[in-house]
C-alpha cells in the first residue's frame, strides 16, 4: 500500500475538499460553526482498497460532525443535500456548539460532565477539525474520565449486531464481519478497562501486542492471534478470516466474567432525556429484564447468553434493538 500513499493522500485530499465545497454551496456558511471529520478518516487510518489498475476504492464510510448552533430544519436539509451527491458513504450527523465546548456527552448539554462516553473521549482524540471554528484546539479528554461501563456497552452492542443483523442477511462474508468486529470490541474494551485505550486502531493493536501474555491469560489463551489475524482482515485489507464461533464464545465469556470481576453494573454517563427514551420503549417489550437496572440486564444477557450458546440470545438481541440500540 505504501506506494500507493500519495494517491491516497491525494483521494482523500480531493475527497473532503469536495464534500466542504457542497456543504457551503448549500448554505453551510450560514447554518454551521464548524465542520468536524471523525472516525478513521479522522484518524488518519480509514480502509482503503488500491486495484492492480491503481483505481482507489474508500472501505470505511465517512463520519463527520456538523457543529451547529441550533438550525436544525435547514440543518437537516443541508445532511441530506451534501449526501446526496456522493458515492462515497457519507455519515454526517449534528453536533451542537455547547457539546463540543463543554466536551459533554450529549447535545442538549451546558456544562462539562464528570464522565464521558467513549464518543466523547474518540472525538477529543481522534478527530479532527477540517472547516470552521476549531473547537478541538487544546482540548483533550483522558482516559481517567471515560465510564468504564461503556467498555460493557461496547461487546454487548457488537454481539447484539452479529445476533440481530446475522439474523436478517447470512452472507458469509458479513457473517465473518460481524464475529470480527466482537474481537475488535473485546480488545477495546479490555484496553478501556486497563486505562490504555486510544483512539487509533493501530494503536490499540499496538497495545494489545505489548501486553499479549496477560491478555491472552485475562480473556483467553489464543486471544490475541486471533485478533491480530481479524484486525489484518477488518482494517488492513487483509486475507479474510473467521473465528470458530467456540472461541469467539469463550473470549466472550471470560470478558464478560472481567466486567464482573469489576462490578461494572451502571451507566455514569445517561443523561435524563436518554433514560427517558429507554423507559418508554422499554415499557412496550413487557419489562422481561426487571424494573431497574434493565439496561444493565439487557447487556449483561447479551454477553451471557451469547456465550452460553443459548437460544435466548436471539429474544436478547431483539429486545436489545428495541430499547437500546
Given at each position: 500500500?505504501?506506494?500507493?500513499?500519495?494517491?491516497?493522500?491525494?483521494?482523500?485530499?480531493?475527497?473532503?475538499?469536495?464534500?466542504?465545497?457542497?456543504?457551503?454551496?448549500?448554505?453551510?456558511?450560514?447554518?454551521?460553526?464548524?465542520?468536524?471529520?471523525?472516525?478513521?478518516?479522522?484518524?488518519?487510518?480509514?480502509?482503503?482498497?488500491?486495484?492492480?489498475?491503481?483505481?482507489?476504492?474508500?472501505?470505511?464510510?465517512?463520519?463527520?460532525?456538523?457543529?451547529?448552533?441550533?438550525?436544525?430544519?435547514?440543518?437537516?436539509?443541508?445532511?441530506?443535500?451534501?449526501?446526496?451527491?456522493?458515492?462515497?458513504?457519507?455519515?454526517?450527523?449534528?453536533?451542537?456548539?455547547?457539546?463540543?465546548?463543554?466536551?459533554?456527552?450529549?447535545?442538549?448539554?451546558?456544562?462539562?460532565?464528570?464522565?464521558?462516553?467513549?464518543?466523547?473521549?474518540?472525538?477529543?482524540?481522534?478527530?479532527?477539525?477540517?472547516?470552521?471554528?476549531?473547537?478541538?484546539?487544546?482540548?483533550?479528554?483522558?482516559?481517567?474520565?471515560?465510564?468504564?461501563?461503556?467498555?460493557?456497552?461496547?461487546?454487548?452492542?457488537?454481539?447484539?449486531?452479529?445476533?440481530?443483523?446475522?439474523?436478517?442477511?447470512?452472507?458469509?462474508?458479513?457473517?465473518?464481519?460481524?464475529?470480527?468486529?466482537?474481537?475488535?470490541?473485546?480488545?477495546?474494551?479490555?484496553?478501556?478497562?486497563?486505562?490504555?485505550?486510544?483512539?487509533?486502531?493501530?494503536?490499540?493493536?499496538d497495545r494489545i501486542l505489548e501486553s499479549k501474555a496477560e491478555v491472552d491469560n485475562i480473556?483467553?489463551?489464543?486471544?490475541?492471534?486471533?485478533?491480530?489475524?481479524?484486525?489484518?482482515?477488518?482494517?488492513?485489507?487483509?486475507?479474510?478470516?473467521?473465528?470458530?464461533?467456540?472461541?469467539?464464545?469463550?473470549?466472550?465469556?471470560?470478558?464478560?466474567?472481567?466486567?464482573?470481576?469489576?462490578?461494572?453494573?451502571?451507566?455514569?454517563?445517561?443523561?435524563?432525556?436518554?433514560?427517558?427514551?429507554?423507559?418508554?420503549?422499554?415499557?412496550?417489550?413487557?419489562?422481561?429484564?426487571?424494573?431497574?437496572?434493565?439496561?444493565?440486564?439487557?447487556?449483561?444477557?447479551?454477553?451471557?447468553?451469547?456465550?452460553?450458546?443459548?437460544?435466548?440470545?436471539?429474544?436478547?438481541?431483539?429486545?436489545?434493538?428495541?430499547?437500546?440500540?
Amino acid at each position: 500500500m505504501n506506494e500507493h500513499a500519495d494517491a491516497i493522500k491525494a483521494y482523500i485530499d480531493d475527497l473532503l475538499n469536495r464534500v466542504i465545497e457542497s456543504t457551503l454551496a448549500h448554505g453551510g456558511k450560514e447554518i454551521l460553526d464548524s465542520v468536524i471529520l471523525t472516525g478513521s478518516l479522522g484518524r488518519n487510518e480509514p480502509s482503503i482498497e488500491v486495484d492492480d489498475q491503481g483505481n482507489i476504492t474508500l472501505l470505511s464510510d465517512v463520519e463527520i460532525a456538523f457543529v451547529h448552533s441550533g438550525k436544525t430544519e435547514k440543518l437537516f436539509h443541508l445532511i441530506d443535500a451534501v449526501c446526496g451527491e456522493f458515492e462515497e458513504d457519507l455519515n454526517i450527523f449534528p453536533v451542537t456548539v455547547s457539546r463540543v465546548k463543554y466536551a459533554a456527552n450529549f447535545n442538549l448539554s451546558f456544562s462539562s460532565p464528570k464522565y464521558k462516553t467513549l464518543f466523547t473521549f474518540d472525538l477529543f482524540n481522534g478527530s479532527r477539525t477540517i472547516w470552521g471554528t476549531d473547537y478541538l484546539l487544546g482540548r483533550k479528554v483522558s482516559i481517567a474520565e471515560c465510564d468504564v461501563f461503556e467498555a460493557k456497552r461496547l461487546v454487548a452492542n457488537r454481539i447484539g449486531e452479529l445476533i440481530y443483523l446475522s439474523s436478517h442477511d447470512k452472507k458469509e462474508l458479513l457473517q465473518m464481519q460481524w464475529k470480527g468486529k466482537v474481537m475488535l470490541a473485546i480488545a477495546s474494551a479490555y484496553l478501556l478497562l486497563d486505562q490504555r485505550y486510544v483512539s487509533s486502531y493501530h494503536g490499540q493493536r499496538d497495545r494489545i501486542l505489548e501486553s499479549k501474555a496477560e491478555v491472552d491469560n485475562i480473556i483467553g489463551d489464543g486471544f490475541t492471534d486471533m485478533y491480530c489475524k481479524t484486525f489484518d482482515f477488518l482494517r488492513e485489507s487483509g486475507d479474510p478470516y473467521s473465528i470458530q464461533d467456540e472461541d469467539l464464545r469463550r473470549y466472550v465469556k471470560n470478558v464478560g466474567l472481567l466486567f464482573e470481576k469489576k462490578n461494572i453494573k451502571r451507566s455514569r454517563v445517561n443523561s435524563l432525556s436518554r433514560k427517558a427514551k429507554y423507559v418508554v420503549k422499554y415499557l412496550k417489550t413487557g419489562c422481561h429484564y426487571g424494573i431497574t437496572g434493565f439496561e444493565n440486564a439487557i447487556l449483561d444477557s447479551l454477553i451471557h447468553d451469547f456465550a452460553d450458546n443459548d437460544d435466548k440470545v436471539i429474544i436478547d438481541a431483539e429486545t436489545w434493538k428495541k430499547v437500546l440500540y
